[in-house]
């Protein structure tokens, strides 16, 4: 099973909104990514948590909190957004992360997140 | 950082068709792999390929890391070849850095 799920799969919120993206695995990966992606563009690395532990933080600013509450799951809690958050937010894992990089990614589906 | 060139950046193709996709890199990669997304946004993981040639039915990579170029091969291409494909890679640290993606219609 190479299967990471993420819910929800669609979002709306105002910019005053708190609200939460879920991320689940159960390959026994140790290491999960969050990406953004806008419309016809690559997806853009935001946090990497290697072992639970926070290990990359892409300068995100902190309307973006990510949380990692188990090597299963991944939270990324959202909170005053902006319009220009709109975007596809993917979620992804691997085995680990070590000297050499990480291995095989394996993607979510993604959640569409719209602000208004 | 490293940086990822592909192309081409679309292709339009005749079902049935061949293709071949290049992605070059700027430095040495550690990990390597090539992407397919579909139209719904979906990332579907083709190969994992720092070096060498791999197979999967219709499709075939090959990366040679010391020219620091991978290509895939698309054979008989289908109307769910679709999408946009990236390749992506690292070169050592935990960042993963995707290409632009090449996207790909195949016409029925």
């Known amino acids: 099973d190479t299967e990471v799920t993420q819910t929800p799969k669609h979002l709306v919120m105002g910019m005053t909104n708190k609200k939460s993206l879920k991320c689940e695995q159960h390959?026994?990966?140790?290491?999960m990514y969050w990406y953004k992606q806008k419309a016809k563009k690559p997806p853009e690395l935001m946090f990497v948590y290697s072992y639970e532990k926070l290990s990359i933080n892409e300068s995100v600013p902190s309307r973006f909190s990510p949380e990692c509450p188990n090597s299963s799951l991944l939270n990324l809690h959202l909170h005053a957004l902006q319009p220009e958050d709109s975007a596809l937010y993917l979620c992804?894992?691997?085995?680990?992360?070590?000297?050499?990089?990480?291995?095989?990614?394996?993607f979510g589906p993604g959640t569409r997140l719209l602000v208004l | 950082g490293i940086q990822v060139e592909q192309s081409p950046p679309d292709l339009i193709l005749q079902e049935g068709a061949n293709s071949t996709l290049r992605c070059n890199f700027s430095?040495?990669?550690?990990?390597l792999q090539w992407f397919h997304q579909n139209p719904w946004g979906q990332l579907i993981n083709l190969f994992y390929?720092?070096?060498g040639t791999k197979q999967n039915g219709r499709l075939s990579a090959t990366t040679v890391a010391t020219e620091r170029y991978s290509l895939l091969y698309i054979s008989s291409s289908q109307t769910t070849d679709s999408g946009v494909y990236f390749c992506a890679g690292n070169t050592g640290g935990f960042k993963t850095i995707f290409g632009a993606g090449t996207r790909l219609f195949v016409k029925a």
């Open positions: 390959m026994g990966h140790r290491a």
């Open positions: 992804a894992s691997s085995r680990r992360l070590d000297v050499a990089g990480q291995e095989t990614q394996y």
């Open positions: 390929i720092p070096s």
């Open positions: 430095d040495s990669v550690n990990n």
